[in-house]
């Protein structure tokens, strides 16, 4: 299995591409298991967290891929950099929010300033993160976010073993 990116589509769009093995097939949906690489590191895009070495992604299966087959999928850089600014960014411009909110607060009502500010940041934190959980299904709807299956490989001609290393 690989991860890398590759540059090509318009004007230079970057996409990520990643090899699975087809673990389960429901309706017109793969579940691919793709298996931790050293060049993933800690980067936990694809919804792996760092403790695991796999991870089980639904993938429409448009090329109609069968159970064990390994199959490429691909998804567009800036998808993952938008999905990340979402998570990271607007946690961040929350507490920050939160915090300057919380100050003024308690300025007007002769409290403890400090104290006020961080419950004011920590409350804002939370609802964003709250908030982001709420509107995930819209993301998810339009597919930006989601991997496409490209093709279907057959490891064994390209001299691989069966188990992709």
Not at 78 to 91: E, F, Q, R, T
Not at 115 to 129: D, E, M, P, V
Request: charged share 25%; proline share 2%.
């Amino acid at each position: 299995m690989y991860n890398h990116m590759k540059n090509i589509g318009f004007k230079g769009l970057m996409y990520v591409r990643e090899i699975g093995k087809v673990a389960d097939i429901k309706e017109k949906t793969a579940i691919i298991k793709i298996e931790r690489r050293s060049s993933c590191g800690s980067c936990t895009a694809c919804g792996m967290r760092k403790d695991q070495n796999e991870i089980l992604l639904p993938v429409a299966n448009d090329l109609g891929a069968k159970l064990g087959d390994w199959v490429e999928l691909e998804l567009k850089s800036i998808s993952i950099l938008k999905a990340s600014a979402i998570v990271y960014v607007i946690p961040l411009i929350a507490l920050i929010l939160g915090v300057i909110g919380g100050y003024a607060l308690a300025e007007q009502l002769s409290k403890d300033t400090e104290l006020y500010g961080a419950i004011g940041g920590i409350i804002l934190t939370i609802l964003s993160f709250l908030g982001i959980r709420a509107v995930d299904p819209l993301f998810n709807k339009k597919g930006d976010y989601t991997p496409k299956m490209i093709s279907i490989i057959n490891l064994s001609s390209k001299g691989e073993m069966e188990d992709g290393k």
